[in-house]
């Protein structure tokens, strides 16, 4: 089985957002794979386990997304793709980076495409959604669960809390949603052997594509931190009056009762 | 600029939902004095028209199809898809839903058009029409603006106000027949998790547990207090990681982010990535055993104990105000 991995580097969960002159500060921040990402790339590695075939993860970026991919790689994926638009796109949205994995994409005869169902940057969601619309293959969001029999798919999804169970068939993209799996770090052997595995490198015109084909859509003109939230309250004296005048409060001063 | 905006009414057991009236409101501003019209798609719709009519929408088209019985995202865009080839918009609104979520790109995709997702505020400033939307969970946010095409967007839920409700409004109705073919994605089942139907996104109010629940069983209280306020309890990592709850109900930068009303944390800590899915709501009450616990920092009210005793009596202290009022 021919499968395919989108990949996005993003900021650690752990890291606070800080400005620099309007913009958000990248400047010493540890990066991970977006971590709905990391179950796509698990879900790969089991089903190619299972089914046979090989893994290969794409990432549109710049040169720093090569750490990402080769965890992806130590992991247990087979090849990678980074495409490099730094130097071609200043400002991308969702529907430049989708137009060039779609580029990318549209001749790989691809079986199974995997995504997060969103990255916690940006937290659009678009990219998987886009890439299946454009390559004209059906895709299935926020899966918990997927099976694959033949050509056969069937699937849960987490649809606001319900989930849904759906058949459909291969060539298919999927989105992954927490708990589909618990994804594996990478062993040290993994580590070792992903320094050897292929990583090819492209640009904008290795695709054929010009930066005016690319051009985004959409623009930030703006972004801000949220005002600090300043700590409120803490109740004391008995347990039952606490809670009293937490009602009271509640009622009264917040109005939201 | 007077624009048409077309607006998805989604509908949710029989009935359609807050967030596309909210949708609505959005819509008035995009439109600047131009024509709303609201969408409905589904196998029998027209019970729901007038209400679109009623929260601002000033027609309404239908597309009714028997496999639109349930979503798709086959069905779905092609329907839509074919309201906006006939109707050729400006603007375009649907609230960011698990639907609004799924469909919405793959028609702009198709639309080759741009498209804001998860919008939390929207106004009309220096002839353009400015997005605000969170990033990073809502450690920051952006405001954004289309620079070609369509004005796409997804509302997310309980953050701009419908508009006031107005029984007097008439709006011409018509339907739109759309050959649906090819359904590639089928619903063989719907399995029912959620809480008393009352959706963790659009719930006015959240009770949510931590580690400090202990246990499956731990989380009744929870959901007691929930039911008693209307509202739909949540969780933080540590409670779906240690199996007290099911990780659909996880609130946090991976997981939901909420904005109801009001947030009742229960026994959770506060890490870093909980505050980003929870910390604009507009009031935050912390119940915890310890009083150097993050999650104070960011609660409006808090209560230091045990979340075992505090919230039976809280759920008992709201259900007398329930009767007074």
């Given at each position: 089985m021919n499968i395919y991995v989108l990949l996005k580097r993003t900021f650690d969960t752990e890291e606070k957002i800080t400005l620099s002159g309007g913009k958000i500060n990248e400047d010493g921040v540890e990066c991970i794979i977006n971590p709905y990402d990391e179950f796509a790339i698990e879900e790969a590695i089991q089903v190619r386990d299972a089914h046979g075939g090989e893994v290969t993860v794409v990432s549109v970026g710049s040169e720093d997304s090569e750490k990402q991919l080769r965890t992806a790689l130590a992991m247990g994926a087979d090849k990678a793709a980074l495409i490099n638009i730094e130097d071609d796109v200043e400002n991308g949205d969702q529907f430049t980076t989708a137009k060039i994995l779609t580029e990318y994409l549209k001749?790989?005869?691809?079986d199974l495409i995997l995504a997060g169902n969103v990255a916690i940057d940006g937290g659009s969601g678009q990219v998987g959604p886009r890439v299946a619309g454009l390559l004209g293959i059906p895709y299935v969001t926020t899966i918990t669960n997927l099976e694959i029999d033949g050509s056969n798919v069937t699937i849960t999804r987490d649809v606001e809390g319900d989930s849904e169970v759906i058949e459909t068939t291969l060539p298919l993209l999927v989105t992954a949603q927490q708990g589909l799996n618990e994804p594996r770090y990478p062993s040290l052997p993994g580590i070792m052997k992903a320094k050897k595995k292929p990583l090819e490198e492209l640009e904008l015109d290795d695709l054929d594509l010009e930066e005016e084909d690319v051009e985004a859509k959409t623009k930030t003109i703006e972004v801000y931190l949220p005002p600090k939230k300043e700590a409120g309250k803490v109740l004391s004296g008995d347990l039952g009056d606490q809670v009293k005048e937490l009602v009271h409060l509640l009622h009264t001063e917040a109005k939201v009762i | 600029m007077a624009r048409k905006v077309l607006v998805l009414g989604e509908i949710r057991d029989g009935a359609l939902r807050n967030v596309s009236f909210e949708a609505l409101a959005a819509a008035k501003t995009i439109a600047e004095g131009g024509e709303i019209v609201g969408v409905l798609i589904g196998d029998s719709v027209s019970a729901l028209n007038k209400e679109l009519i009623y929260y601002g929408a000033d027609r309404v088209v239908q597309v009714e199809n028997e496999k639109l019985n349930q979503y798709t995202s086959d069905g779905f865009s092609q329907a839509l898809l074919a309201v906006i080839e006939q109707e050729n918009p400006e603007g375009l609104v649907l609230g960011h839903t698990s639907i609004g979520k799924d469909v919405s790109p793959r028609v702009a995709g198709k639309l080759s058009s741009g498209l804001i997702s998860d919008v939390t505020a929207i106004e009309a400033a220096g002839g353009n029409i400015v997005f605000t939307r969170p990033i990073y969970s809502g450690k920051a946010f952006e405001k954004k603006i289309v620079t070609d095409g369509l004005i796409f967007a997804t509302i997310r839920p309980n953050n701009i106000a419908p508009l006031k409700k107005d029984e007097g409004r008439s709006g011409e109705v018509t339907s739109l027949s759309v050959e649906i073919k090819d359904l590639r994605t089928i619903i063989k089942e719907v399995v029912r998790k959620a809480t008393d139907g009352v959706d963790l996104s659009e719930a006015k109010v959240v009770v949510s547990g931590g580690r400090g629940v202990k246990s499956v069983e731990g989380f009744q209280p929870l959901k007691e207090l929930a039911q008693v306020l209307g509202g739909a309890v949540g969780a933080s990592r540590g409670a779906c990681d240690a199996d007290y709850c099911d990780y659909s109900l996880q609130i946090g930068q991976t997981g939901k982010v909420v904005t109801p009303d009001l947030y009742i944390a229960c026994g959770i800590s506060g890490a870093i990535q909980h505050l980003a899915g929870?910390?604009?709501?507009k009031v935050i009450v912390a119940i915890n055993?310890?009083?150097?616990?993050?999650i104070f920092k960011v609660a409006d009210y808090g209560i230091v104990g045990d979340l075992f005793e505090v919230v039976p009596l809280l759920t008992e202290e709201f259900k007398k105000l329930k009767v007074h009022s």
């Open positions: 001749d790989k005869g691809a | 929870m910390s604009n709501s055993k310890d009083p150097e616990a993050n």
